[in-house]
C-alpha cells in the first residue's frame, strides 16, 4: 500500500503591495523555500505564482528568484499552472474577463520565464473559489484539471483513490482540507503531523493520494520558522519512507486510472458547512449580509460595464485620437488589476479588515471608470445612452462615498 503526497502552494500578491512588504516576504518565505527545493532534487511541488507578482518582482528588481523558479521547473521539482493574472475571484466576474485573465497570466509568464517554461494543464482557482460555469473558460483555453477545497465534495468521503472528472476533458480534484489547514493553523510537529498523514490508510483501499494546498507565504512569513522545523524535515521524512511516494498533483494518473463523475458545491477554501447552509459559498468576497462587499461589488459591475461599453466604440471606430488610446488602454489597465480579490477579502471581518486595501482596490476600480466615460462620451451620440452611463457613473461615486464613510 502506497500513500501519494502532493503539494499545491500559491504564491500571489496583490498589484496594490507595498515594495517593503514584499521584500519582506521574499526574505522570509519564497527565497528559503525555494532554497530548500533547490538543496533537495528529490523534493518537488505543484506551484501557482501569479502573473500579479511577476511584474513586481521584476518591477522591484528581485529577478533572481524568478532564475530559480525557472531552473526549478527545468529540473522538474515545480509543475507551474495557470491562474488569473490579478487574482480576481473567478465566479463574480463575466466568462470574457475570465479569458483575458488568463491570456494576460500567460503573456507576463512567456515575457518573464519563457515559453517553453510555461505551457501549464492545470489551473488555480484563486481562493479555490469555484462554481460550474468558471470551467467552461478554462477548458476552451486547454487546461485539464484543477484543485477545489473538500468542502465543496458533495459526498462524505474524499476522494483519494480515483480520479474525480467534472467533464470527460476537465478532472477536478479535491484539497484535503484538514490536514492542509493543520499545517496552516495549528502549527504541528512533524511526527504529528506525519501520524495524521498515515492515518488517512484504509484498509479497504491499495493506494490512495492526498492533496496538501495552501498559501506558500505561510511558510516563513505567516509562521516563522515553518520551513525548517517543519516543511524540510517533512519532506525528508516523506522521500525516506518507502510507503510514502511524493508526486504532483499532474502525475496522480499515472497511479490511478479510474475515473468517477463528481459534481461540486459552488464554494472556497474558506467556505465553511454553514455558509453553504445559508447559501452564501463565497463568504470573505460576496456577502449579501456585508454592506461593504454590496457596494464594492457594485462599483466592480459598474466599471466592468464602462470600460466594456469603451471597448466597443475602440473596436467600432477607426482613427481614434491618440489621447482616447490612452484613456482606453489606462481604463482597461486599471480594471485588469483592479479586479483583485484582496480588497474583498479585507472588508470580510473574518477576521481580519484593512480600510487601506479596500480603498485601495476602489481606486483602481474608480480610475477604470472614469477614464473609461471619457472614451464613451467622446464617442456616443445617443442622447439616452449618455445619460445612462453618467447615472451609472453618478452610482459609482454614491458607492464611493458610502465606502469612504464606513472603512
Known amino acids: 500500500m502506497t500513500l501519494y503526497v502532493s503539494f499545491l502552494l500559491h504564491i500571489y500578491q496583490p498589484p496594490t503591495q507595498t515594495p517593503t512588504i514584499l521584500k519582506q516576504v521574499i526574505k522570509e518565505s519564497y527565497q528559503p523555500l525555494f532554497e530548500v527545493l533547490t538543496n533537495n532534487p528529490n523534493t518537488k511541488i505543484t506551484l501557482n505564482i501569479n502573473g500579479s507578482l511577476i511584474e513586481l518582482l521584476d518591477l522591484y528588481d528581485e529577478n533572481t528568484l524568478l532564475d530559480t523558479i525557472r531552473s526549478l521547473v527545468i529540473n522538474k521539482q515545480i509543475d507551474l499552472i495557470g491562474s488569473s493574472c490579478y487574482h480576481a475571484i473567478l465566479p463574480l466576474i463575466p466568462q470574457e474577463e475570465i479569458t483575458r485573465q488568463i491570456k494576460l497570466n500567460e503573456e507576463i509568464f512567456h515575457k518573464f520565464l519563457g515559453k517553453g517554461i510555461y505551457n501549464p494543464k492545470g489551473f488555480w482557482l484563486p481562493e479555490m473559489a469555484y462554481e460550474f460555469g468558471v470551467i467552461e473558460p478554462l477548458i476552451a483555453e486547454n487546461f485539464e484539471w484543477t484543485v477545489i477545497s473538500s468542502v465543496a465534495t458533495p459526498d462524505e468521503e474524499l476522494p483519494d483513490d480515483y480520479i474525480p472528472f467534472l467533464k470527460p476533458n476537465f478532472?477536478?480534484?479535491?484539497?484535503?482540507?484538514?490536514?492542509?489547514?493543520?499545517?496552516?493553523?495549528?502549527?504541528?510537529?512533524?511526527?504529528?503531523?506525519?501520524?495524521?498523514?498515515?492515518?488517512?490508510?484504509?484498509?479497504?483501499?491499495?493506494?490512495?493520494?492526498?492533496?496538501?494546498?495552501?498559501?506558500?507565504?505561510?511558510?516563513?512569513?505567516?509562521?516563522?520558522?515553518?520551513?525548517?522545523?517543519?516543511?524540510?524535515?517533512?519532506?525528508?521524512?516523506?522521500?525516506?519512507?518507502?510507503?510514502?511516494?511524493?508526486?504532483?498533483?499532474?502525475?496522480?494518473?499515472?497511479?490511478?486510472?479510474?475515473?468517477?463523475?463528481?459534481?461540486?458545491?459552488?464554494?472556497?477554501?474558506?467556505?465553511?458547512?454553514?455558509?453553504?447552509?445559508?447559501?452564501?459559498?463565497?463568504?470573505?468576497?460576496?456577502?449579501?449580509?456585508?454592506?461593504?462587499?454590496?457596494?464594492?461589488?457594485?462599483?466592480?459591475?459598474?466599471?466592468?460595464?464602462?470600460?466594456?461599453?469603451?471597448?466597443r466604440y475602440m473596436n467600432n471606430t477607426h482613427n481614434q485620437p491618440e489621447e482616447f488610446v490612452i484613456r482606453y488602454k489606462n481604463a482597461r489597465t486599471w480594471l485588469d488589476k483592479g479586479l483583485h480579490s484582496c480588497q474583498l477579502w479585507w472588508a470580510s471581518g473574518r477576521p481580519w479588515y484593512s480600510s487601506e486595501m479596500i480603498l485601495k482596490g476602489l481606486n483602481q476600480l474608480i480610475l477604470a471608470s472614469s477614464e473609461a466615460l471619457k472614451v464613451v462620451l467622446k464617442n456616443c451620440t445617443d442622447n439616452n445612452e449618455i445619460e445612462n452611463v453618467k447615472r451609472i457613473f453618478n452610482e459609482i461615486f454614491e458607492a464611493q462615498k458610502e465606502i469612504y464613510l464606513s472603512v
Not at 498515515?198 to 505567516?222: F, Q, R, S
Not at 524535515?233 to 498533483?249: G, R
Open 171 to 311: 478532472k477536478i480534484y479535491f484539497r484535503n482540507d484538514l490536514l492542509s489547514n493543520l499545517i496552516s493553523f495549528k502549527n504541528p510537529t512533524v511526527e504529528e503531523f506525519y501520524q495524521e498523514l498515515k492515518g488517512l490508510k484504509n484498509p479497504k483501499k491499495d493506494d490512495y493520494y492526498v492533496i496538501l494546498a495552501m498559501d506558500g507565504e505561510t511558510y516563513g512569513h505567516h509562521i516563522k520558522g515553518l520551513i525548517e522545523d517543519f516543511f524540510e524535515p517533512l519532506m525528508s521524512k516523506i522521500n525516506q519512507d518507502p510507503n510514502v511516494k511524493l508526486i504532483m498533483i499532474a502525475e496522480i494518473p499515472k497511479y490511478f486510472s479510474q475515473e468517477k463523475k463528481v459534481n461540486p458545491l459552488p464554494s472556497t477554501w474558506s467556505t465553511t458547512a454553514e455558509d453553504l447552509q445559508q447559501g452564501v459559498p463565497f463568504p470573505l468576497w460576496s456577502n449579501p449580509n456585508n454592506r461593504i462587499h454590496n457596494l464594492q461589488l457594485t462599483v466592480m459591475n459598474h466599471a466592468l460595464f464602462l470600460v466594456g461599453k469603451a471597448q
